[in-house]
T-cell receptor
Framework: KAGVTQTPRYLIKTRGQQVTLSCSPI?????VSWYQQTPGQGLQFLFE???????NKGNFPGRFSGRQFSNSRSEMNVSTLELGDSALYLC??????????FGPGTRLLVL | DQQVKQNSPSLSVQEGRISILNCDYT??????FLWYKKYPAEGPTFLIS?????DKNEDGRFTVFLNKSAKHLSLHIVPSQPGDSAVYFC??????????FGQGTELSVKP
């Protein structure tokens, strides 16, 4: 089976812009979770989608949003980018209550 | 508050010897824990998990031990190989597709 894929792999944006990241889960996985990794905060949970519904959300401002499509592919959007949003954004897919399998991540740099 | 702590930021081991990575937790909801291995700028790779019905789970060179009374788990790698050099994260499963990660331990296996 193909693994989790994320696009783009690298992105450079300027403050105030918005960005959309995409994630395609492992075939058959309907749960997609998103995480942010920064040197200071480690791996932090953003939100999780299952069957097109957000089931859980972490402690991030409303500028961070996401959605999931009927084929389980997911997108996350960050609006009004700030310098502190520079991070590695990871998505993971899983079967219900199963281990999460991560994609390679999208490296976002905000200038 | 559900927390996971890896108190050793780094560990250095000789090739062929045992690597022991430790993790402490508080307020786990389900006592279901996972270990991941991560290289820089890549997504975490799932290694092994353990649930509360067991105190030990083994997969090849990797064994995870769970001590519920001490709220402690450990990952043993035997024998250690240079390719095992990476950052290792333990994670506690929360509800709704959320993993709570420790800060990670950087393992260096020297030839």
């Amino acid at each position: 089976k193909a693994g989790v894929t994320q696009t783009p792999r690298y992105l450079i944006k300027t403050r105030g812009q918005q960005v959309t990241l995409s994630c395609s889960p492992i075939s058959g996985h309907r749960s997609v979770s998103w995480y942010q990794q920064t040197p200071g905060q480690g791996l932090q949970f953003l939100f999780e989608y299952f069957s097109e519904t957000q089931r859980n959300k972490g402690n991030f401002p409303g500028r961070f949003s996401g959605r999931q499509f009927s084929n389980s592919r997911s997108e996350m959007n960050v609006s009004t980018l700030e310098l502190g949003d520079s991070a590695l954004y990871l998505c993971a897919s899983s079967l219900p209550s199963g281990a999460q399998y991560f994609g390679p991540g999208t490296r976002l740099l905000v200038l | 508050d559900q927390q996971v702590k890896q108190n050793s930021p780094s560990l250095s081991v000789q090739e062929g010897r045992i690597s022991i990575l430790n993790c402490d937790y508080t307020n786990s909801m389900f006592d279901y824990f996972l270990w991941y291995k991560k290289y820089p700028a890549e997504g975490p790779t799932f290694l092994i998990s353990i649930s509360s019905i067991k105190d030990k789970n083994e997969d090849g060179r990797f064994t995870v031990f769970l001590n519920k009374s001490a709220k402690h788990l450990s990952l043993h790698i035997v024998p250690s190989q240079p390719g095992d050099s990476a950052v290792y994260f333990c994670a506690d499963y929360n509800q709704g597709g959320k993993l709570i990660f420790g800060q990670g331990t950087e393992l260096s296996v020297k030839p």
